[in-house]
């Protein structure tokens, strides 16, 4: 596959965006493909919900970490350039989910957490500013609706596009897939396959349900080798209701 015959959407702290990329991330290094990384904010995609009726009392805080970290993201490709963007997501996945405690004074979406991952990934910690910066927020909010352009409204993170410059007109973009383990080497690149044939007929829409093990991350308590505990995941996200 040719360069960018992949688009991703992600919200840093979506932990199955994370788990899906690090997937992706797999395969693009045993196929010949590469990945743009783009913006979707599940702050700006639940914005006409009640939160404190909807969802558990730390989703507001998280998705509103996620919007500030987008912001910083935009600034990054914008001055970075797009590898930046790879960089930067790769780091900060690293440092939300890949850690099971929190540095001193470390919070995602905080000033030290932000500039610790862009020391990390070689990137300018001035950049940072950019976590209040609300003008940042119409670029993400386009990343979001371009995203809800190609799969409808009805989904979450992530959103895959595949081949946008062939296959079906514009190809075709999901949600998902949503995985809660790492698969190795060579069951990457089977599931990599077996998702590139379902995604290539046109008319396949959806396979689902709503059942899922919490992530195999130790952000989430889970080693690995470990099974995390299944939950239902109303609607992709641990709901109050629906």
């Known amino acids: 596959m040719a360069n960018s015959d992949l688009r991703f959407w992600f919200d840093p702290v979506c932990p ?3 788990m899906t990329s690090k997937w992706v991330r797999t395969v693009s290094a045993r196929r010949d493909y590469g990945v743009e990384w783009r913006f979707i904010s599940l ?5 006409h919900v009640d939160y404190s009726a909807t969802f558990p009392p730390e989703y507001e805080a998280e998705h509103t970490a996620g919007l500030r970290l987008l912001r910083v993201a935009a600034r990054v ?3 970075h350039g797009a590898e930046a963007v790879d960089r930067f997501y790769e780091t900060c996945g690293q440092r939300v989910f890949e850690t099971a405690e929190r540095r001193d004074g470390e919070r995602p979406g905080n000033v030290a957490f932000t500039e ?3 020391t990390d990934a070689g990137l300018p910690t001035t950049l940072a500013t ?3 910066d609300e003008s940042w927020d119409a670029e993400i ?5 371009e995203a809800l352009a190609l799969t409808g409204k009805d989904v979450g993170t992530p959103i895959l596009h595949f081949r946008p410059a062939g296959g079906p007109p514009g190809g075709v973009a999901f949600f998902g897939p949503v995985i809660s383990r790492l698969p190795d080497e060579a069951q990457a690149v089977e599931l990599w396959d077996h998702v590139i044939a379902l995604a290539s007929f046109p008319g396949f829409t959806e396979l689902k349900r709503s059942l899922r093990e919490r992530p195999q991350l130790p952000s989430f308590g889970v080693r690995p080798g470990e ?3 299944e939950e239902d995941w109303h609607g992709g996200s641990r709901r109050l209701k629906r």
């Open 116 to 118: 610790a991952v862009l």
């Open 16 to 18: 199955f965006a994370w």
């Open 141 to 145: 909010q386009a990343s979001t609706d």
């Open 130 to 132: 950019a976590l209040d």
């Open 77 to 79: 490709g914008a001055e």
């Open 43 to 47: 702050r700006l995609l639940n914005g």
């Open 227 to 229: 099974v995390g505990i």
